[in-house]
């Protein structure tokens, strides 16, 4: 017996490993739970230390809290392999990538994104999707009714256009969010929906695209409900998607989105087609050229430090950020991440076609071309895909799951 394995059987017979086991999935989601809401709350104007709403006691709470959160999911990872729940190579390739990429690129919002994979992968999948959603249902209610009490700053970033933050550091925050919950309740409420459903997140979606003016994801939510609307009448609508040269296309998406990427930062010219695509796009096209000459590409990623994010810009100064998740994927964390999650989006739709849940399925590719202009992809704040991307990975055993018509998870 090896000492790995003494180590683990001690483990899964002391008291410690038994109450572990039997209380996982309540300890999951609640470590998920903290994990969520503390980054949300910790997202709000009160936390911009450069700005004039800085609240250092507010700042240092929520800090506490995101901290706990990570040292939690840390302990669960390492009480999983405890109790040998995690599967000898997948395990073994994510800890490597894991350890490369942060060791390459520095960055803590990719090894709190690597925490959040490896510890939520034993998690069932509809349990995760719910709690998912009862947090960011709680974050787009509770933030901007704050902002509106005056509890948390309702700060108008953007003058010319006058676009309110409702309470978030960044413009885009709630509308975005809004996108990823609006997918997210379509799907798990599914069987209850009615008319009264699309009135009302087609309400809630108009009014945010008042008060923040956020095009893109105006339109994607209004995609998103034409889409459920068209299944929820005629579901058979969507079968077209499990035509072979359909389902080729949807598996490669993410590989023919990034070569697209590459393509138009790497031949960008200011004048002509690409110079007013560039200008329907907002900019992004001339600021993917500009970091991917001046960063390139990397196996395993690199330091960078974006500028111009947050409340303290202003327009004129320095900016430079590549919204384009593939492109972001690939400057900041390499093209061996960038393979790997090319891994899981493919594991994600073969798991959607296996189900036969196609309005999941249509939901993701949305995700997809949505992340083609929106840096989410594998942010887990807004993306319970990726927070559930161990398990579409292998990483551990799965727990036993019913299939498609009755759980649609």
Sequence with gaps: MTVFETLTERFADSGFGCFYRQYQVLILCTVLALFLGSSW??????????????????????????YASYAAMALCILCALGLRQYRLWPFVIYLAVTGLVFFFSRSTEFMILMLAVGSMAVLPRKTLFRVVLIIQTATLTMIPLFAALGLF???????????YSLGFTWVT??????????????HLERKRLNGWIFVFLLQLATALFILTDTKMAFFTTIFVLVITLTWWQKPSWLDWLENRWVKLVVLWLPVILTIVAMLLAGLYQGAGFMGKLNDILSGRLANAAEAWQKYGLSFFGQSIVWAGQGITYKPGMQYLYVDCSYLNILLNYGLIFLLLVFSWCRQVVLDLYRRHDMLYLAFFVVILLFSFVEVRLINPLYNPFILAGGSYIKLTERRKEMLPNDIHS
């Design 153 to 163: 700053p309702n700060v108008i970033m953007d003058t010319e256009r006058i676009r």
């Design 173 to 186: 925050s709630a509308p975005v969010l809004f996108v990823f919950a609006s997918m997210l309740f379509l």
């Design 41 to 66: 709350l910790g997202n709000v104007m009160l936390i911009e230390s450069a700005s004039e709403y800085y609240n250092q006691i507010y700042d240092t709470v929520f800090l506490v809290l995101r």
